[in-house]
């Protein structure tokens, strides 16, 4: 398994697979032919059909400069979603070709070879197996991530991101770039607060911190597992900090757990709402964000895995259906309601963590099989669901 770096990763939302892993694609070709004078890319699958919503070639345009030719080819049939091929020109001459696949979470293959920074950190390949050695060296899951790589800094600065986002989030009025004209909601929902709401004030306060339209908007987020999921963790862990005055050294703690289940889900499945729909990004951003809480809650081991199965297994089909391709309905609100989902699975978790009957591994292995079974226009399209329903008002 993969260093948490490449989990929780810093950049331009409002998608990991459709702005920032073209984006680090861009970077790849400036980087290695310094001597091109132009580029030609083809968009192909879901970066085809809702590259546009997504701010993909303006992403692209930026990166690589406007004699950038885009070419949205939503007929031709590839076998990964995310993938797009780069020619490179110098003058008239092509000099080279390359295929590049978003892999989600902002990762990418080039020519089918998977970058090779910060790879294998981790020699397990399942929760089973991480449960197992922190079991034989009698110590909790963030220790785990501790014997394996030094890594506080970069998680403080990942939160105080999350933080920056969500506090950012929380002044806005208005509405988000496209032409739904989504109201921005996080800022009415945090004014709307009372003192004496009692748990409901609870409830106001996460779905204000969840609402990620700063994604929705293109602003600077991390990805947890995905942009587009990225309200989820970051609202629980801001909630625990400041409501809870949860100190940061167990904030960071709290990531490399959530972490932990991230990897996981990556290693064995996939978080790239293309592949596996919805389920695989705010249904790992619900296991990731459940297994934090019931570590700050002071879960055992037994309980966070139990935790992170039950945000998992009742987010199983959830479809990505994102209205006219863009990441606000129902991404935005679904964030929301995932942040509170994860409350509840790490509370129940703590009680009946005894009576568990399947693992943290089977559900993943089932959301990466109900996955590959979805139709593809419940993947990324904008042809199905919701997305469909909206374009036939
Ligand atoms: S529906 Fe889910 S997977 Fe699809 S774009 Fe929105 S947040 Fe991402």
């Excluded at 020519?111 to 020699?123: A, L, R």
């Excluded at 806005?172 to 409901?200: C, F, M, N, T, W």
């Excluded at 990531?255 to 064995?268: R, T």
Aim: proline share 3%; charged share 25%.
């Amino acid at each position: 398994m993969d260093s948490l770096v490449e989990l929780y990763k810093i950049g331009h939302g409002p998608s990991s697979s459709h702005t920032m892993g073209p984006a680090k694609a861009c970077q790849y070709l400036k980087e290695h032919f310094p001597e091109a004078t132009r580029f030609e890319i083809t968009l192909y699958g879901s970066l085809a059909l809702t590259g546009k919503g997504h701010l993909t070639d303006i992403i692209i345009l930026n990166e690589l400069g406007p004699n950038t030719k885009i070419v949205f080819d939503i007929k031709s049939k590839v076998k990964h979603p995310n993938t797009f091929i780069a020619k490179v020109f110098n003058d008239e001459k092509m000099i080279k070709q390359i295929t590049f696949i978003s892999l989600g979470g902002g990762s990418i293959s080039i020519d089918s070879k998977v970058e090779e920074s910060n790879k294998d950190i981790y020699p397990f390949h399942n929760f089973d197996e991480i449960k197992k050695y922190a079991y034989e060296n009698n110590i909790s899951l963030d220790k785990v991530v501790d014997r394996f790589e030094n890594i506080d800094e970069y998680l403080k600065k990942v939160y105080f991101q999350m933080d920056k986002t969500i506090t950012d989030g929380l002044t806005k009025d208005g509405v988000l770039p496209g032409k739904l004209q989504v109201k921005r909601k996080a800022k009415i929902i945090y004014s709307s607060l009372h003192e004496d709401d009692g748990h409901e004030k609870v409830i106001r306060l996460l779905s204000a911190y969840a609402c990620s339209e700063e994604n929705a908007s293109g602003a600077i987020v991390v990805t947890s597992p995905t942009c587009g999921s990225s309200g989820v963790l970051a609202s629980a862990l801001y909630y625990y900090y400041h409501d809870k005055n949860t100190p940061i050294e167990k904030i960071i703690e709290a990531l490399k757990v959530g972490g932990l289940i991230g990897n996981v889900i990556k290693h064995n499945a996939s978080i790239a709402g293309a592949y596996a729909g919805c389920q695989s990004e705010i249904g790992s951003a619900c296991s990731m964000a459940a297994a934090s809480i019931c570590f700050l809650e002071g879960g055992n081991i037994k309980q966070i895995e139990y935790a992170s199965e039950i945000a998992m297994e009742h987010h199983l089909g959830l479809t990505c259906d994102p209205v006219e391709g863009m990441v606000q309905i129902p991404c935005i609100e679904r964030n929301a309601v995932a942040t509170l989902r994860a409350f509840d699975a790490a509370y129940l978790a703590t009680i009946l963590s005894s009576l568990s009957q399947v693992s943290f591994d089977t559900v993943v292995e089932t959301m990466y099989q109900t996955g590959k079974d979805l139709k593809n226009a419940y993947k990324e399209t904008s042809k199905g669901g919701l997305a469909k329903y909206f374009f036939h008002k």
